[in-house]
């Protein structure tokens, strides 16, 4: 493979893997092995996990009115039968970290393929609204479960300057579900208005059963974890696989024994949550978890105001089409995050998504009002359009970036955690959007423009935040711990600088 852009920097690591007198650490021994097959085989197993949860995700959101209309639900029940599932997620991303840093990240991406798959079945045969609130919530838990522990083994087992291609490799087995649940409701009812939903659900559940099974037979555990867990010999196994995989049979696995973590579940949580809050770390943390709140808020709020929006705005085609014009312009997104990544670095190309997101809602906005009062300029009409576009576009950069600058700034002792910690608050503001988007059209007489500006408001006071976060993470091997971390140097001079970590 040719030379990458973003070239991992070791200097700020002990052990060497280059020549010095003391070994290298594992993560150093990743870089050495690189890409290939390997990581193809564990993204394609373990991402699959994102490929489930779009399945469902579509399906779940295509039924309900099916539900409603058998079981004569009224339009809350309507609305939290799919909230359910936001809040199990939220509650499995808060689970996952501290889980999988003692569990391991195998192991808890297990159980959630595994619980994915009964708790889907079980919602099938749900009797009614509140039993299947419940397992959606359950539903919700077992996907969140995952979500965080697979970041973290995708940012452990890759090259550093691979790490975010892998990452949105991931994103787009989201996609890929979509399209599969698509499918087989235009298979059941292509005008959706006689939709076996019992069906539906169970037949959302074969990617997950066949991957989980997958995963149980062929994915590994992270040697990373391994190594600081003091299990070296198994350290050693997986590195050989890759080296195997990868055909890098002339490359040693031998590395640097890491000091082990405490392993007994209370003491470790507590030292997770110190790592994660602690003096070092505290600010990163409140930034990202903020930043996670608005990537949700932004994304299912538009989510959820779209169908009613594009409905009074003129977008040249219908509301459907418009749906579908905008979740294809998601995929420009996912290359976007690669190629900023590449030449701006993670903080940085988070910047370049919010302030694109606040153009882009104003765009959208002032053209809509333009054209409401009879303005038929072009200029007016290229800018409904680019903000449209730039919305779905702009968000899917900002979740690339946002979640793998999370999964990369955590010592391996607390990254799971950490990383879990800011999912989590992220499921707030998917919960939050829909009743603030209705809170604020009952307030201002059905004006859908005000949500869009608080919208953007919410972007401009994220990106004063990320332009003062103290570490960049692009490029850098990943660190084991909290005491690794090298000077801060934020953005713009007015935040602490020079300050060594602790």
Known sequence: M?????????????????GGESAPRVADIIEKLGVGPFLVKELLLGASIWLAAGSQLIIISGITLAISK???LEGWQRSSIVSALFVGIMFGNFASGPYSDIMGRRCVILISYATVVFFSVLSAFAPGFWSMCSLRILLGIAFGFAQPAWNTLCTEISPASWRMATSVASSTLFVVGEIYAAGLIWVDDPEMKHLHWAWLTICGTVPAAIMGLMCWLWLNESATWLALQGQTDKAKD???SIRWWNRKEQESVDFAPSPAVEVESFAAMRQQMSTAMGETLRFT???LCFS???LNFVYYGTFYSFPLVLGKVDMGYSPAVALIMG???ELPGYMAAVLCSMVCGRRVSTLIYLVCMVLSIHMFVEGAKEQKAG???QFYAFALHAGFAGMKCWINMGFCMVYQYASEIYPTSARTAGTAICFGFGRIGSMAAPFVFEGMMSATNNSWEHFFYCMGAGCALNAILVALL???TSGMTLKDHIHEMGETDPLISCAPSSRKAL
Do not use: H, M, Q, R
């Open 292 to 294: 996670c709140f608005i």
């Open 2 to 18: 040719g030379a990458d852009p973003e070239t991992p920097d070791t200097s700020l690591i002990g052990g060497s893997s280059s």
């Open 285 to 287: 943390t409140v930034a």
């Open 470 to 472: 103290p570490y960049e």
């Open 70 to 72: 058998e079981w004569g």
């Open 238 to 240: 997986v590195l050989k």
């Open 327 to 329: 979740a294809l312009w």
């Open 375 to 377: 303005n038929k300029s």
